[in-house]
Structures are given as C-alpha cells and as structure tokens.
C-alpha cells in the first residue's frame, strides 16, 4: 500500500484545514472494508493517535481532537479526509495517513502548522 497526504499548510489559531491522503495500492473492495488511522508527529515528540476509522465506518478520536476534527472516506477515490477546525498552536505537527496506530506504513506526511 502507497500512502500520500497533502493538504497541510500555515493557518492562524482558530482557522481550518482539510488534509486528504490518496491511498494506492489495494483494491476498492479492500480500502473500503480495512481500517486507517491518522497520526501526527509534533516537533521533538513521537507519533500520536488522531484518529481511526474502522471497516464499518466508525470513526474514533483522540481527546484533544474530539469535537474539532472530523474523519471521513471516499470510496470513490480511494482517498481519506481529516477536517480539522478550531486549530490550535499545539496541533502544529507533520500528520501521517496510516495502516494501523504503530504508523508502520505511512506517506511522508503533510507539516501543519497552526500560528498567529
């Protein structure tokens, strides 16, 4: 499976951003039925769980992301979506798109960051 995220950029606190990660590699059928993950990798800090999806569709958060980020998938072009509103100076990271929580397979990430 080949994982590539884009959609990170500079944004105020407060502001929103839409992170996308075109998945490669595995069938409709297969992307559609598998679970995915994001995690992010702030500066000096391991990676964290964001969020998951599961094969029926149930989205999970993390604490900090509950309320304010929102998981979804499209089927349609293999592709995963991370909405993220009301951000805030310590989402600043590089986010990855993943195949499990270890992030063992993972894009080269996308760097957001979040600053007046």
Same mark, same amino acid.
């Given at each position: 499976v080949q994982l590539a995220e884009s959609g990170g950029g500079l944004v105020q606190p407060g502001g929103s951003?839409? @992170?996308?990660?075109?998945? #490669?590699?595995? %069938?409709?059928?297969?992307?559609?039925?598998?679970?995915?993950?994001?995690? +992010?990798?702030?500066?000096?800090?391991? @990676?964290?769980?964001?969020? #998951?999806?599961? %094969?029926?569709?149930?989205?999970?958060?993390?604490?900090?992301?509950?309320? +304010?980020f929102v998981m979804s998938t499209d089927n349609a072009e293999n592709a995963l979506v991370l909405q993220m509103n009301s951000l805030r100076s310590e989402d600043t990271a590089v986010y990855y798109c993943t195949t499990d929580k270890q992030g063992t397979d993972r894009g080269e990430g996308t760097l957001v960051t979040v600053s007046p």
């Open positions: 951003l839409r @992170l996308s990660c075109a998945v #490669s590699g595995v %069938s409709a059928i297969v992307f559609r039925f598998s679970s995915w993950y994001w995690l +992010r990798q702030a500066p000096g800090k391991g @990676l964290e769980w964001v969020s #998951s999806i599961n %094969s029926v569709g149930k989205t999970d958060y993390a604490d900090f992301a509950k309320g +304010r």
